[in-house]
């Protein structure tokens, strides 16, 4: 990364906090209703790239793993997501090593095969436009920025293949400026869901 750059990073991680867990805004409740809708969790690892004179640089150092708890109410979805980074050589330039998302999406509108949604997130607030059976998606969020900030938009494309169990996710990180977009870092996810169920005995027994 090029030094102006870097200087950009550090100043908006100061002035903005750069979506460090304090941030989150996920809704305090009294209880937790297990039982309430449709509840997926997801576990999965993602691959880091940084934009830096029109070529994707891979930035291990970035990388993370995370789960994300998804409950499915109606035409609401709620989303938790905790991210972690495990490389020793992460140095906090992008965030926090471990931080906390809250996603909430409401569907309000179908035209054809196509489903419409606004989204409220720690990350920003957008539009979501997905298919009937929420097997493609991809999330539109602005997030609130200031002229320090090397992005100011955010585009999430989620591909769903229920049958394998598996979600493939992909997160831009733009620059927008008259319509014009310039990325700016992404992140390749992939991640396997589970549902709850039963088991007939205890999945792992003490290795001699």
């Avoid at 576990?43 to 930035?59: M, Q, T």
């Avoid at 291990?60 to 994300?68: A, G, K, L, P, S």
């Avoid at 035209?111 to 999330?139: C, E, M, P, Q, W």
């Amino acid at each position: 990364m090029n030094k102006g750059l870097m200087i950009l990073v550090i100043l908006a991680m100061i002035l903005m906090g750069c979506g460090s867990s304090k941030d989150t805004i996920i809704p305090t409740i009294e209880e937790i209703n297990l039982d309430e809708g449709y509840t997926i969790i997801w576990y999965g690892r993602s691959k880091v790239y940084r934009y830096d004179e029109g070529e994707w640089i891979r930035s291990e150092e970035n990388d993370y793993e995370f789960t994300v708890t998804q409950k499915r109410i109606g035409n609401t979805w709620k989303s938790i997501k905790n991210m972690h980074r495990r490389h020793p050589d992460f140095n906090t330039m992008f965030g926090d090593r471990n931080q906390t998302m809250y996603f909430e999406v409401d569907y309000y509108d179908v035209k054809g095969d196509t489903v419409y949604a606004n989204v409220t997130s720690t990350l920003g607030d957008g539009k979501v436009v997905a298919d009937k059976d929420f097997r493609h998606t991809v999330i539109t969020m602005y997030p609130k920025t200031n002229v320090f900030m090397p992005y100011n938009k955010f585009r999430i494309t989620q591909h769903y293949d229920y049958e394998k169990g598996l979600l493939t996710e992909t997160v831009e990180l733009l620059k927008e400026t008259d319509g014009v977009e310039t990325p700016f870092m992404k992140n390749e996810e992939i991640a396997y869901f589970f549902v709850r169920g039963k088991l007939d005995e205890a999945p792992t027994v003490y290795q001699k």
